[in-house]
């Protein structure tokens, strides 16, 4: 078990070349650090002071929860809880505030606790970790750009400079949209001089992760390095800017034992004498003990096999937060959910309507999402999935152990949406198709991605510009509106 000290946090708040700042973030001035572990920084659109809304609806709303539901280390299921009583904040206030219908935030979560650190994340907001000279990104922003990058169609240097490097896949706009999912990760490894920056994008914009490490570089210490960064973004950044700055002053590896250390004491071990083997009495105990724990294990393995007779769809999924528990790693991507468009002045589109993935903490209680009936699966169609076979060496699909879908595949990849993309054995190129094994889409390109959330962005041969198609197979416009 660790105890960690933190050093007063630095904070970098400014409204860029807007006209108001829909950036929020906590703890504000008030609260003091060593009583809150946990630090959190959200970056809101919308417009016309939805965005404002939003970011500290969000902010709040997880404060509030965390407050009102303590617990020593936050477990996704935790998170997925507090991610569904926000979203339902959201549907409430948008129930009696209709115009602000399409305002969105995303959400940068850090928290310290015993046994080390928890970083949530959903949209483009950072997190930031400065150690023995090294700037590190520790996520992995949920963007349309961040798509194409992972996907290995455009550089990072291109990506840098993409007309649409603002538009995001992730943002918290309630549950009525369907929801969205959080990455969380947790790094085990913590160590004293740490520096953690939360961030929202408006940072990222003036100083890109290599300006950070030049500026990390020459500024080591955290006051310098503060007033660096804050001094470059009031210089270079358009946007609103904000982040937490917290330092590790100190870390103890202690034992759990001292949180119970008073009772410990004050209790004095006493000496049991151990029953004879011969002793009659003694043994007909330990007989009826054994007798006691057969019949438990029987009615516990008769619980087990009963709930695994539950069919797939009257289950209660477990929650769906994305995590990562190795350290200095990045999150994988999941499927993304929909993507809120932002105007030039880093606004989304008014007509944005999200199509996310929901938190699947579906219990009746307070603290989870409402179930949408009119959606509910009762008789889950069987999972397909991909195989290869031995002596082709090609794909096809199968349902647990029948073969659904022949080889003939050089390449497949899991139903998502039910589409999945494959690759023509004869022609070499990309296509989609459905759980029947017909062509919807193609085979016709050279580069594709799987479908999320009703988009998938491809690449036709001879040509270097990656466009994106619909479900439909409609070619969507240079600046894509979700339908």
């Known amino acids: 078990m660790l105890k960690i000290e933190l050093n007063p946090r ?12 829909e950036d929020y973030y906590y703890p504000g001035e008030e609260a003091p650090t060593e009583r809150t572990p946990f630090f959190l920084v959200c970056d809101g659109m919308g417009g016309a002071q939805k965005g404002e809304v939003a970011s500290r609806m969000a902010a709040e709303g997880f404060a509030q929860f965390f407050e009102e539901n303590p617990i020593d280390v936050p477990t996704p299921e935790y998170l997925s809880r507090a991610l569904a009583v926000v979203e ?10 209709q115009t602000a219908k399409g305002m969105g935030t995303t959400l940068t979560l850090l928290w310290f606790h015993q046994e080390g650190i928890t970083i949530g994340h959903i949209g483009d907001s950072r997190v930031y970790r400065f150690r023995g000279g090294e700037a590190k990104p520790l996520t992995e922003d949920h963007s349309f750009v961040g798509e194409l990058l992972a996907e290995g169609l455009i550089t990072e240097e ?6 649409k490097k603002n538009v995001i896949t992730r943002a918290i706009q309630g549950a009525y949209t369907g929801g969205t999912k959080m990455t969380v990760q947790q790094l085990k490894k913590v160590e004293p001089d740490d520096i953690y920056m939360l961030c929202s994008d408006g940072i990222t914009e003036a100083c890109p992760t290599p300006i950070l490490q030049d500026i990390y570089t020459a500024n080591p210490k955290l006051e310098d390095l503060h007033q660096a960064i804050e001094r470059q973004c009031k210089e270079r950044s358009q946007d609103n800017f904000t982040a937490l700055l917290i330092q590790v002053a100190a870390v103890e590896t202690v034992s759990p034992v001292p949180e119970a250390e008073d009772v410990t004491m004050a209790v004095q071990p006493v000496a049991v004498a151990q029953p004879s083997v011969s002793d009659p009495v003694a043994a007909a105990k330990r007989s009826g003990q054994w007798r006691a724990l057969i019949v438990v294990l029987l009615v516990a393995g008769a619980a087990i096999w009963a709930i695994n007779q539950i069919p797939d769809g009257e289950k209660k999924p477990t929650a ?24 030039p002045d880093n606004t989304p589109t008014t007509d944005d309507k999200k199509d996310t993935v929901p938190i699947s903490d579906t219990s009746a209680s307070n ?16 999972e397909l999935m991909p195989y290869q076979d031995e002596q082709s060496s090609l794909y096809g699909y199968k349902s647990d152990t029948v073969i659904k879908i022949k080889a003939r595949f050089s390449e497949a990849s899991p ?9 023509d054995a004869d022609k070499g190129l990309y296509g989609f198709i459905d759980r029947s094994g017909a062509y919807v889409f193609g085979p016709e390109f050279e580069q594709a991605t799987d ?3 009703g988009i998938a962005t491809v690449q036709e041969p001879g040509s270097q510009n990656a466009y994106q198609i619909d479900t439909e197979g409609s070619k969507l416009a240079e600046e894509p509106k979700n339908q």
């Open 10 to 21: 630095k904070l970098i708040f400014g409204q860029g070349q807007r006209k108001n700042n």
């Open 88 to 97: 339902q904040k959201f549907d409430q206030y948008l129930e009696e505030h």
């Open 158 to 163: 291109e990506a840098e400079r993409h007309p």
């Open 320 to 343: 769906q937060i994305q995590e990562n528990l190795e350290e200095d790693t990045l999150p994988p991507e999941p499927a993304q959910p929909s993507k809120p468009q932002r105007n």
């Open 367 to 382: 603290d989870s999402a409402p179930v949408d009936t009119n959606t509910a699966v009762i008789s889950p169609l069987p």
């Open 415 to 423: 139903f998502s949406e039910g589409l999945a993309k494959v690759k």
């Open 451 to 453: 479908f999320k959330n």
